[in-house]
């Protein structure tokens, strides 16, 4: 069984719609959570990290990490055919030096 | 253009021979990384450098693979007899101290390699 797990997708939206992105984890030793966006042929660009628990907001995205169940979230509002990527969760202990573990990716693909 | 630079962009190769990618990272940042990507799976680590000393090593990182940062600036990633199961995107990334202790790494485009 992977560290993380997130569901591969794809997942199809129509533009507009909410979009949730979700990923387990079982290293209970993780304490930072990122969110990247990764478009075809091209490296992952960060979206959001957090720390711990709690929730972080930035513009249409926002991210959510459930340290009890080992769940984090990523919702997109009012999704744009622009935000057709596939989304990696990535997930860093910290005292594991820098490695960051990535979840499998999920590709979303939304349909104007 | 300011990013992190990989060359090349694709190296198409024969079981065997030897391939070497070149990272240049962001200019500032002095933390390094070399990931590996297979289609449809998250980038997995493979070592990290701070400057020009490699701190991590993946067991993933077999002894064919030698990667180097002289000077604490470029980086190369050297895959010697290469296998087919080597096939991958390999993904370069530098982040600044800060950036690299909350996981803000810079990725460049990476560098595909096909093994025939």
């Known amino acids: 069984q992977k560290e993380v797990e997130q569901d591969p997708g794809p997942l199809s939206v129509p533009e507009g719609a909410i979009v949730s992105l979700n990923c387990t984890y079982s290293?209970?030793?993780?304490?930072?959570f990122m969110w990247y966006r990764q478009y075809s042929r091209k490296g992952p660009e960060l979206l959001m990290y957090t720390y711990s628990s709690g929730n972080k907001e930035d513009g249409r995205f926002t991210a959510q990490v459930d340290k009890s169940s080992k769940y984090i979230s990523l919702f997109i509002r009012d999704s744009q055919p622009s935000d057709s990527a596939t989304y990696l969760c990535?997930?860093?202990?910290?005292?594991?030096?820098?490695?960051?573990?990535f979840g499998g990716g999920t590709r979303l693909m939304v349909k104007p | 253009d300011t990013g992190v630079s990989q060359d090349p962009r694709h190296k198409i190769t024969k079981r065997g021979q030897n391939v070497t990618f070149r990272c240049d990272p962001i200019s500032e940042h002095n933390r390094l990384y070399w990931y590996r990507q297979t289609l449809g799976q998250g980038p997995e680590f493979l070592t990290y450098f701070q400057n020009e000393a490699q701190l991590e090593k993946s067991r993933l990182l077999s002894d064919r693979f030698s990667a180097e940062r002289p000077k604490g600036s470029f980086s190369t990633l050297e895959i010697q007899r290469t296998e087919q199961g080597d096939s991958a995107m390999y993904l370069c990334a530098s982040s600044p101290i800060k950036g690299g202790s909350t996981g803000e790494l810079f990725f460049g485009e990476g560098s595909r390699l096909t093994v025939l």
């Open positions: 990535a997930m860093r202990n910290n005292n594991a030096g820098n490695m960051l573990t």
């Open positions: 290293n209970s030793a993780f304490q930072y």
